[in-house]
């Protein structure tokens, strides 16, 4: 028996097992806190080929007791690398891939549209909202996980034309998650209650989902709602909403030989005069003080700092249009992901260009 075949000998002894498949696929992961780290290590365990963990944040000393990929030694790295790192030692077979950035940054839409399977293991509405918003735009598969105190929520979106995670939402509440995900948002997401043995729970869940999916095996399509204090796992039918916004892919896209490391003035280049390239969400232009004595030009990703004349917090102005940037801006400095689809105004309406 070879070296693969042994690790993975009681696989095989699993009616329906494809090994082949879990190894072939890739998963992108949303999200890599305590629910991400269970996620992440089941799945590499598991054996799939290649995961793509995005998430902004560094790790601190409060996620040790949650998340089994995180060591006291990673406290302030980036929490993409130290999973990466303990994933490196504990599944060598699987590919890893970091992306320190919330996800309209990290993981471009072609990424997600060729994925085998997104895992969202987000800890607020904004981020599940940028998440079902994008995976709309590509009619992407993915399955969201979220922990309450004692249990918590599965849901698969794995058909595009049925419903989707905005779908349960009222127009309010569609209307108020809807902002980007940046430090110019004051509501930064509540800290919320958790503990290893629920992340685990429901994390071990929703990977055991996944690995159906990507087997291509039959599959629960019902959300579940897991509840330890009452003993109980049940399922939670989910609707489509016809007034949902949230079910409008964008058209084919036409690949440019251009990646996110291209300047701006590259990119319009590329693409000719009379085009706009449009931003998913906004860049930073310029950022004033709101009593009127600062005004200084600011590219980039939205954020804002205290005046340097009077220590008021600025006021950022945000733009959708990358013709409005300098030349020499590095698409990736703004937020634009690998292999991003971007959106272009033309004479003949929007059109798509899928970067490299
Ligand atoms: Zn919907
Ligand atoms: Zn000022």
């Known amino acids: 028996m070879s070296g693969l075949s042994e690790r993975f000998a009681r696989h095989a002894l699993v009616l329906g097992f494809r090994q082949d ?6 998963v992108v992961i949303a999200g890599v806190g305590a629910l991400g780290n269970v996620v992440a290590q089941a799945l590499a365990l598991a054996g799939v080929g290649k995961l793509v963990l995005c998430d902004p944040d560094e790790v601190a000393a409060s996620n040790l007791s949650r998340a089994p990929l995180f060591r006291p030694a990673d406290v302030g790295r980036p929490k993409v690398l130290a999973a990466k790192d303990t994933l490196a030692a504990l599944a060598p077979e699987t590919v890893v891939v970091a992306r320190q950035a919330a996800l309209v940054s990290g993981v471009g839409l072609a990424e997600m549209r ?3 399977l997104v895992v969202g293991c987000l800890d607020s509405r904004a981020a599940r909202m940028s998440l079902a918003g994008r995976a709309g735009l590509v009619r992407a598969r993915w399955i969201d996980a979220a922990t309450s105190a004692w249990g918590g929520e599965v849901r698969p979106f794995l058909d595009p034309d049925g419903p ?6 009222s127009p309010e509440e569609r209307a108020k998650s809807d902002v980007p995900w940046s430090c110019m948002d004051p509501r930064r997401p509540a800290e919320l209650g958790s503990s290893a043995p629920v992340a685990g729970l429901v994390g071990a869940w929703a990977s055991a989902l996944a690995a159906r999916v990507i087997m291509g095996e039959a599959a629960a399509t019902d959300a579940v709602v897991i509840d330890v204090l009452r003993g109980a796992a049940e399922p939670l039918r989910m609707q489509r909403a016809p007034d949902c916004p949230l079910h409008a892919p964008i058209g084919e896209a036409t690949r440019i030989p251009l990646g996110s490391d291209a300047t701006v003035g590259a ?3 590329a693409l000719g005069p009379g085009a706009r390239p449009l931003a998913w969400s906004p860049l930073l232009q310029r950022l004033e003080c709101p009593r009127g004595d600062h005004a200084e030009e600011a590219w980039g990703m939205p954020c804002t700092r205290g005046c340097p004349r009077c220590g ?7 733009t959708l249009l990358f013709e409005s940037a300098p030349e020499g801006a590095v698409l990736s400095d703004l937020g634009v992901a690998p292999r991003e689809i971007l959106a272009v105004l033309g004479r003949v309406g929007i059109t798509y260009v899928e970067l490299s």
Not at 21 to 26: D, I, P, V
Not at 164 to 169: H, S, T
């Open 21 to 26: 498949r879990l190894a072939a696929a890739t």
């Open 114 to 116: 060729d994925a085998s």
């Open 164 to 169: 989707c995670y905005a779908c349960a939402l």
């Open 267 to 269: 990119l319009r280049a």
């Open 312 to 318: 008021t917090l600025m006021r950022a102005r945000t």
